[in-house]
């Protein structure tokens, strides 16, 4: 495996944002995951809209996609993007029990989107977690990573399947 140069920091270690002026724009595109593990009971309180707080998969997706585009705030020296798309999928699970969440961002810009699904995942994970917390309190959730990247100068990038 070839070493590769951290970006964001400068010769002497210190932190900095990464001119990318002189980059291609091009269509990237990055997809992201997680898992909200809970039991069965929270999952019928969701699905059926009786939580106490409203619509949890509605309120989750949402603040997902307000997460996304705001990302730039809520991790030091990312970008602000012109981000074009963002969706938010929430899929019930039976086995194991609990809420996929899975995000697609989508831009044209000098720079990939990948930070801005992984925080659209975990806002939305953290989401379901206030909105069902009442019933279950025991809730977790986990696997939050991306899946797939477009786009720029590294190319195409795909996870490996989960075990």
Known sequence: MT?????HLSSKGEAR???????KQTERIAIAEGFVHMN????????????KK???LGTARIAGIMAAKRTHELIPLCHPLPVAKIQVELSPSDDPVG??????????ASTGVEMEALTAVSVACLT?????????RAM?????RLLEKSGGRSGTYRADAKA
């Open 3 to 7: 070493k590769r140069k951290l970006t």
């Open 128 to 136: 379901i977690y206030d909105m069902l917390k009442a019933a279950d």
């Open 40 to 51: 069965p009971e929270t999952l019928r309180l969701a699905l059926e809209g009786e939580a």
């Open 54 to 56: 409203g619509d949890v």
């Open 99 to 108: 809420i996929r969440v899975e995000a697609m961002v989508k831009v044209t």
């Open 140 to 144: 977790h959730f986990g696997g939050i």
């Open 17 to 23: 944002m990464v001119d990318v002026s002189e980059k």
